[in-house]
C-alpha cells in the first residue's frame, strides 16, 4: 500500500487516511541508535482515562489479522551484543512519589465480548514457538521469569482461590518441566484424576 496523498503540516488534512513510512521492499535505513517515530507526553487528567495510542480494528466479514503487529527480525551475527532484543518491550513503572490506588499492569491480556457463543478455540495469551527443529533451541522455554532489579519477587503467580483445589488423588501420572536461570529442572507434576 502506498500513500500518494498530500500530508498537511499545519492544519488536519482531511485526505490523509493512511500512512506508511518505508516498505518491505525498501525499509527506512537507520544507521545509529535512536527512536524512528516518538510520542512523549504528560497528563495531570484526575478522571478518566488517558491514551496515548488508540488503535481499533473491527472485523465485518471473514478477514483475519491483528489490531497492532511487532516482528523483530535479526540477519546480523551476534546480535544483542551487550544489550537484549524484544519483539515488543511493555512497562509500567512506578517511581519516587507515585502510588497506585487501584490497579497497574505492564501488559493486560483481556478476551472478552457480549457473544455467549463465540466458537472457535479462545485464550486471553497465547504463546506461540516457530522453530525448525527443537535441538538448536535447547535454550528456549515458553516463559521466562527474571528479576532485573536489586529487588527481587518471590511469587510466581497470583491466581484466583478457585484455581487452588484440594489435592484429590495421590496418582500424580503426569509432570510439566520447568528450569531455573542456572539450568536447573524442576517439575510440576500434575495428574490426570
Do not use: C
Amino acid at each position: 500500500m502506498a500513500n500518494n496523498k498530500p500530508i498537511g503540516v499545519a492544519y488536519a488534512d482531511p485526505m490523509l487516511d493512511s500512512v506508511q513510512v518505508g516498505s518491505a521492499g525498501a525499509p527506512i535505513q537507520i544507521a545509529s541508535p535512536g527512536v524512528l517515530n516518538g510520542s512523549y507526553a504528560t497528563t495531570s487528567a484526575t478522571t478518566g482515562d488517558t491514551r496515548l495510542n488508540y488503535e481499533r480494528l473491527t472485523f465485518t466479514s471473514t478477514g483475519a489479522g491483528e489490531t497492532l503487529r511487532a516482528f523483530s527480525v535479526v540477519t546480523g551475527a551476534n546480535a544483542a551484543t551487550g544489550g537484549t532484543i524484544n519483539g515488543a518491550h511493555i512497562s509500567t513503572s512506578v517511581n519516587t512519589g507515585g502510588s497506585i490506588s487501584g490497579a497497574a499492569n505492564a501488559l493486560r491480556a483481556t478476551i472478552g465480548g457480549t457473544s455467549t457463543t463465540p466458537g472457535g478455540t479462545l485464550a486471553a495469551i497465547q504463546v506461540d514457538s516457530d522453530i525448525p527443529n527443537a535441538a538448536g533451541w535447547a535454550g528456549a522455554s515458553f516463559l521466562r521469569f527474571t528479576n532485573s532489579g536489586a529487588g527481587t519477587i518471590a511469587n510466581l503467580m497470583n491466581v484466583p482461590a478457585a484455581m487452588v483445589t484440594v489435592k484429590g488423588s495421590a496418582a500424580l501420572s503426569h509432570k510439566i518441566k520447568i528450569v531455573d536461570a542456572a539450568g536447573t529442572p524442576y517439575y510440576i507434576m500434575v495428574s490426570d484424576v
